[in-house]
């Protein structure tokens, strides 16, 4: 045995030396160390390796609502009486204002006729007063101007410097609150959600009122000042209210079972200013209309007397608000349409007796819609107003996609089999014919956006001892990096915002 291995390997050694043996042999010798090599253990080969790239991250809160009108109201007559006329049908599309519905009011009728022949012989009854009379009232009317003006300053001060400590601004809206610590801590005086829901509409009209009552002032120089003070009346008696709403919540919460009893007791003293100016604000202006009326008959000619005029003029005003009070009962006995939209619904006939504020008529807005959605309390701090969102609708295919926006955050919770919700509404951006009441509404609402910034995978980050880390692979190794996140994407990716640069190999996760 010994001899014939000794033979075959004297063999060997001349096939190697020939051209052909060497080129066979080095083949051989090359393609052993390869299976060398890609058999023995790779320490890379339990993990899936991913890569740091650059891409938009968007974060979103997925939820699902129902599609309701933005408007819906059951309307009543303020008034008992027999219907008379119905002008509408259910399904029937009415414009705001129009009329909908009457009950009897012959009576009414008559009553606004004899007012009205009233008021036009106290009006001719005027104009022959003053007929031969020359009145210069341009004094008197520049103070009725200071008046007016006055006036609003008093009131711009009293909402936006006083009452609006009583709110926190969210977006464009208020409301009802005040932050009384450093802490953050809000004070809503123990009011009813009714109330503060009563007092954030109301604040919000009231930024209308000014911005109205600017305008008018601005433009005083060609104006009926009469009128701009009957207005500015109305205005002050308007914020008069809302202060006096305000101060029945404020004064009656016991302060001294707070934290922040001098705090609010600042807030309590600031209302209290407000109301005082307001109040002092309406005697001067009304003054200072009843001086320039009365100042409109001081220069008369001869034949013509002062107090004839006054008298005449005050015939004229009570008649003009026996008119408007007939007008008033007449409006109190039938249903005007309170927006643009569709009847759904008419729970009466003609001929019968209907009793006052029984809801007799039912309607919607037919072209203004919203989704209403509950964002569980885990989701709600991400969700902010104006937030822009996609919607889908059940009734349609999946790319169908209708723009909407974040337009109310309700600010108490809503229980849903027992967890905490908050309802949210969105608005549609643009109207849609497709879109109806009742549809399911699979909503998207865009949270956050961070655009070209460097990402990996979330389940590439590790959490030990608080700290944040990606193993990032150093050529057969690998090596714990500290990172600090940022956004966290709705398909699975994760900003990062320091410890790593773009086109890094990474762990994504160990093979088990």
Same mark, same amino acid.
């Given at each position: 045995?010994?001899?014939?291995?000794?033979?075959?390997?004297?063999?060997?050694?001349?096939?190697?030396?020939?051209?052909?043996?060497?080129?066979?042999?080095?083949?051989? %010798?090359?393609?052993?160390?390869? !299976?060398?090599?890609?058999?023995?253990?790779?320490?890379?080969?339990?993990?899936?390796?991913?890569?740091?790239?650059?891409?938009?991250? *968007?974060?979103?809160?997925?939820?699902?609502?129902?599609?309701?009108?933005? +408007? $819906?109201?059951?309307? &009543?007559?303020?008034?008992?009486?027999?219907?008379?006329? %119905?002008? *509408?049908?259910?399904?029937?599309?009415?414009?705001?204002?129009?009329?909908?519905?009457?009950?009897?009011?012959?009576?009414? #009728?008559?009553?606004?006729?004899?007012?009205?022949?009233?008021?036009?012989?106290? $009006?001719?009854?005027?104009?022959?007063?003053?007929?031969?009379?020359?009145?210069?009232?341009?004094?008197?009317?520049?103070?009725? /101007?200071?008046?007016?003006?006055?006036?609003?300053?008093?009131?711009?001060?009293?909402?936006?410097?006083?009452?609006?400590?009583?709110?926190?601004?969210?977006?464009?809206?208020?409301?009802?609150?005040?932050?009384?610590?450093?802490?953050?801590?809000?004070?809503?005086?123990?009011?009813?959600?009714?109330?503060?829901?009563?007092?954030?509409? &109301?604040?919000?009209?009231?930024?209308?009122?000014?911005?109205?009552?600017?305008?008018?002032?601005?433009?005083?120089?060609?104006?009926?000042?009469?009128?701009?003070?009957?207005?500015?009346?109305?205005?002050? &008696?308007?914020?008069?209210?809302? !202060?006096?709403?305000?101060?029945?919540?404020?004064?009656?919460?016991?302060?001294?079972?707070?934290?922040?009893?001098?705090?609010?007791?600042?807030?309590?003293?600031? !209302?209290?200013?407000?109301?005082?100016?307001?109040?002092?604000?309406?005697?001067?202006?009304?003054?200072?209309?009843?001086?320039?009326?009365?100042?409109?008959?001081?220069?008369? =000619?001869?034949?013509?007397?002062?107090?004839?005029?006054?008298?005449?003029?005050? $015939?004229?005003?009570?008649? @003009? &608000?026996?008119?408007?009070?007939? #007008?008033?009962?007449?409006?109190?006995?039938?249903?005007?349409?309170?927006?643009?939209?569709?009847?759904?619904?008419?729970?009466?006939?003609?001929?019968?007796?209907?009793?006052?504020?029984?809801?007799?008529?039912?309607?919607?807005?037919?072209?203004?819609?919203?989704?209403?959605?509950?964002?569980? @309390?885990?989701?709600?701090?991400?969700?902010?107003?104006?937030?822009?969102? @996609?919607?889908? !609708?059940?009734?349609?295919?999946?790319?169908?996609?209708?723009?909407? #926006?974040?337009?109310?955050?309700?600010?108490?919770?809503?229980?849903?089999?027992?967890?905490?919700?908050?309802?949210?509404?969105?608005?549609?951006?643009?109207?849609?014919?497709?879109?109806?009441?009742?549809? =399911?509404?699979?909503?998207?609402?865009?949270?956050?956006?961070?655009?070209?910034?460097?990402?990996?995978?979330?389940?590439?980050? /590790?959490?030990?001892?608080?700290?944040?880390?990606?193993?990032?692979?150093?050529? +057969?190794?690998? @090596?714990?990096?500290?990172?600090?996140?940022?956004?966290?994407?709705?398909?699975?990716?994760?900003?990062?915002?320091?410890?790593?640069?773009?086109?890094?190999? %990474?762990? *994504?996760?160990?093979?088990?």
């Amino acid at each position: 045995m010994p001899n014939k291995i000794k033979k075959y390997g004297h063999r060997f050694i001349a096939f190697v030396k020939t051209p052909k043996g060497a080129i066979l042999t080095g083949a051989g %010798i090359i393609v052993l160390f390869i !299976l060398f090599s890609t058999t023995r253990d790779n320490p890379l080969a339990a993990y899936d390796i991913g890569e740091v790239v650059r891409k938009d991250v *968007v974060s979103i809160v997925d939820v699902t609502g129902r599609v309701k009108p933005s +408007e $819906r109201v059951d309307v &009543a007559l303020e008034r008992s009486g027999k219907i008379t006329r %119905i002008d *509408v049908a259910v399904g029937e599309n009415v414009q705001k204002g129009e009329l909908l519905l009457s009950a009897a009011g012959a009576d009414l #009728y008559a009553s606004l006729a004899s007012a009205q022949a009233s008021l036009e012989i106290e $009006r001719l009854e005027l104009a022959e007063i003053n007929r031969s009379s020359t009145v210069d009232w341009d004094n008197a009317r520049d103070q009725l /101007i200071d008046s007016l003006e006055d006036s609003f300053v008093k009131a711009h001060d009293a909402i936006t410097d006083k009452a609006d400590r009583l709110f926190h601004k969210d977006g464009d809206f208020f409301r009802f609150g005040v932050e009384v610590g450093t802490d953050g801590t809000i004070e809503d005086f123990d009011a009813e959600l009714g109330d503060k829901l009563d007092l954030n509409y &109301a604040r919000k009209g009231l930024g209308n009122t000014l911005e109205d009552w600017r305008t008018s002032n601005d433009s005083l120089s060609g104006a009926d000042v009469v009128v701009a003070a009957a207005q500015a009346e109305q205005d002050l &008696a308007a914020i008069q209210t809302f !202060l006096n709403d305000l101060a029945n919540i404020v004064n009656n919460f016991d302060s001294t079972a707070s934290d922040y009893t001098t705090t609010i007791d600042i807030y309590k003293a600031g !209302l209290s200013s407000a109301r005082t100016s307001i109040s002092a604000a309406l005697t001067s202006l009304r003054s200072a209309k009843q001086s320039y009326l009365t100042t409109q008959a001081t220069i008369i =000619t001869e034949g013509s007397d002062l107090q004839d005029v006054l008298l005449q003029e005050q $015939r004229v005003e009570s008649a @003009e &608000a026996q008119v408007n009070a007939v #007008y008033a009962e007449i409006e109190k006995s039938v249903i005007r349409a309170p927006f643009d939209g569709v009847v759904t619904g008419i729970n009466t006939e003609v001929g019968e007796i209907v009793a006052a504020n029984s809801p007799v008529l039912s309607m919607m807005s037919n072209t203004q819609f919203e989704i209403e959605t509950f964002v569980p @309390e885990a989701d709600i701090a991400e969700v902010a107003l104006d937030n822009v969102a @996609e919607a889908t !609708l059940d009734a349609y295919d999946s790319d169908v996609v209708f723009e909407a #926006y974040v337009g109310f955050i309700d600010p108490a919770e809503t229980m849903v089999e027992g967890v905490a919700t908050y309802k949210v509404l969105l608005n549609f951006k643009e109207e849609d014919e497709r879109i109806r009441s009742g549809m =399911t509404a699979n909503v998207d609402i865009i949270t956050n956006t961070s655009l070209d910034t460097l990402t990996v995978p979330q389940r590439a980050v /590790i959490e030990k001892d608080g700290q944040k880390f990606v193993r990032v692979v150093r050529g +057969e190794e690998t @090596e714990e990096v500290g990172v600090k996140i940022g956004l966290k994407g709705f398909d699975g990716d994760i900003e990062i915002l320091e410890g790593l640069d773009e086109g890094e190999k %990474i762990v *994504v996760f160990t093979r088990g």
